[in-house]
């Protein structure tokens, strides 16, 4: 088998993956917000229906799914802070993939606690208090 040239193929390093992570979490925040927007509309339809979407959300697989949604968020905002810090600082490229572990220090710095607070109410029953 033939050696490639270097830089001829990208081979899934560190910014390949943010990139992929990137595009993942803002296509799944624009569904989020599509459905947030039709789940809501439902006040001034049916406010019945509203009420009863609302205990569907009381459910602890959907709590899970609102940390997913915060650290999807937390990561995409993270990560455009470091792109925007690549496309606009000279020396960005040459940094870029330690911004990218900073960055994930940083969401998990800030995930990690964030997911406990969610969780606790949901998961207190399991661990007492």
Known sequence: MAKMPAGTLYRGREGMWSWVAHRITGVLIFFFLFAHVLDTALVRVSPNTYDKVLDLYKNPLINV??????????????NGLRIT????????????????WIELAVFVVLMVPAAFFMLEHTFSRYFGS
Do not use: S, Y
């Open 65 to 78: 799914m609102e940390v997913a949604l915060v650290g999807g968020v937390l990561f995409h905002a993270l």
């Open 85 to 100: 810090l690549v496309d606009f600082w000279a020396k960005g490229t040459r940094h870029q993939r330690a911004m990218l």
